[in-house]
């Protein structure tokens, strides 16, 4: 059974920029979270999706949004990049009714 | 505010010895609890999942559950320098139907041969 995978494995990008980064789950899996990782503030939520809905959204600003596609992939998208957004963008997936969740190998966003 | 801690480290042990790493939690409503390991420069990995208060062990690890102490463990028996990684606690928050881990900020364990 094929894991989560994410694309792309590294970013550079400009301040001012957009990004877009995108997560293909687990088969059979609806729920898609995701998560900014940096040395100082450790993993936090940044929002979660199930079946095309976010049920949840963490305490960033607007810049960051996602969706959801019909088949449970999804995107994250963060626009008018700073310098503080560089970071390694973790998603992870997990299953209906199961509580464990797996991450991808995220994604490594430098910005200069 | 939903609140995971943990002690940053780093921990070092001696191979073969016993690592026991540490995890307190804020919300009492948390039903589910993981540790996940991460290795330089890679994602975490899932190694434990606990729900029930107790022990539940498998192979080298048992992770430990208190509920009424709202304290979460996980020892590595007979550690092996390929255990030295950072280990982050983890609870999962599900309510109105929603999805969400928070985290600690991860022990650094370093397992000197």
């Known amino acids: 059974k094929a894991g989560v995978t994410q694309t792309p494995r590294y970013l550079i990008k ?17 729920s898609v979270s995701w998560y900014q990782q940096t040395p100082g503030q450790g ?9 095309e809905t976010q049920r ?27 310098l503080g ?25 430098t910005v200069v | 505010q ?16 016993i690592a026991s790493l540490n ?3 804020s919300d009492r409503v948390s039903q589910s609890f993981f540790w996940y390991r991460q290795y330089s420069g890679k994602s975490p990995e899932l190694i ?20 009424a102490s709202q304290y979460v463990s996980l020892l590595i028996r007979d550690s092996q320098p390929s255990d030295s990684a950072t280990y982050l606690c983890a ?8 999805y969400q881990l928070t985290f600690g900020k991860g022990t650094k364990l370093s397992v000197i041969p």
Do not use: W
Not at chain 1, 14 to 30: E, K, N, Y
């Open chain 2, 2 to 17: 939903k609140e995971v801690e943990q002690n940053s480290g780093p921990l070092s042990v001696p191979e073969g010895a």
């Open chain 2, 23 to 25: 995890c307190t939690y």
């Open chain 1, 85 to 109: 957004d560089s970071a390694l963008y973790l998603c992870a997936s997990s299953s209906q009714g199961v509580a464990e969740a797996f991450f991808g190998q995220g994604t490594r966003l």
């Open chain 2, 48 to 67: 434990m999942s606990i729900y029930s208060n107790g022990d539940k062990e498998d192979g080298r690890f048992t992770a430990q559950l208190n509920k």
């Open chain 1, 43 to 51: 993993l936090q939520f940044l929002f979660e999706y199930f079946s």
């Open chain 1, 14 to 30: 400009t301040r001012g920029q957009q990004v877009t980064l995108s997560c293909s789950p687990i088969s059979g899996h609806r």
């Open chain 1, 56 to 82: 949840n959204k963490g305490n960033f600003p607007g810049r960051f949004s996602g969706r959801q596609f019909s088949n449970s992939r999804s995107e994250m998208n963060v626009s008018t990049l700073e």
């Open chain 2, 91 to 98: 609870v999962l928050y599900s309510g109105a139907g929603s």
